[in-house]
C-alpha cells in the first residue's frame, strides 16, 4: 500500500559529496515527520537527521554542518545532501517517515515506515 523508495548511494571519496533521496508512493493520506538513519555493519541503527511536515530539522551531532535534510511536500520526497564525506559515514541508509495512509479497510497510522535501504561507501 505505501513504498519509501532510496536512491543517491553509491562510493565516493572522502570529501566528496552525495545526495540520497527518498520518495514515498502509495495510498498516503499524509505525512508527519522524515528521517534518514544508517547502519554500518555490525552496529546498531542510528538517527543522522529528521525533518517535520514543517521543515524543523534536527541532525546527529557527527553529521551537524556537513548534511542537511529536505522535503518536498508535494512529491512526498524527502532528500539528505551529504558534503564533506568521511569514511566513518559509511553505512546503508535508510528513509523512515511517521505517515497515514489508507489501508482499504480504513486509515492507519504507521510512526515507523521503513525503506530498503541504499548504500553509501567513503573510501580514505
Known amino acids: 500500500q505505501v513504498q519509501l523508495v532510496e536512491s543517491g548511494g553509491g562510493l565516493v571519496q572522502a570529501g566528496g559529496s552525495l545526495r540520497l533521496s527518498c520518495a514515498a508512493s502509495?495510498?498516503?493520506?499524509?505525512?508527519?515527520?522524515m528521517g534518514w538513519y544508517r547502519q554500518a555493519p555490525g552496529e546498531q541503527r542510528e538517527l543522522v537527521a529528521t525533518?517535520?511536515?514543517?521543515?524543523?530539522?534536527n541532525y546527529a551531532d557527527s553529521v551537524k554542518g556537513r548534511f542537511t535534510i529536505s522535503r518536498d511536500n508535494a512529491k512526498n520526497t524527502v532528500y539528505l545532501q551529504m558534503n564533506s564525506l568521511k569514511p566513518e559515514d559509511t553505512a546503508v541508509y535508510y528513509c523512515?517517515?511517521?505517515?497515514?495512509?489508507?489501508?482499504?479497510?480504513?486509515?492507519?497510522?504507521?510512526?515507523?515506515?521503513w525503506g530498503q535501504g541504499t548504500q553509501v561507501t567513503v573510501s580514505s
Open positions: 523512515n517517515a511517521d505517515l497515514t495512509y489508507y489501508s482499504g479497510s480504513g486509515y492507519s497510522r504507521a510512526y515507523d515506515y
Open positions: 502509495g495510498t498516503i493520506v499524509s505525512i508527519n515527520a
Open positions: 525533518i517535520t511536515s514543517g521543515g524543523r530539522a
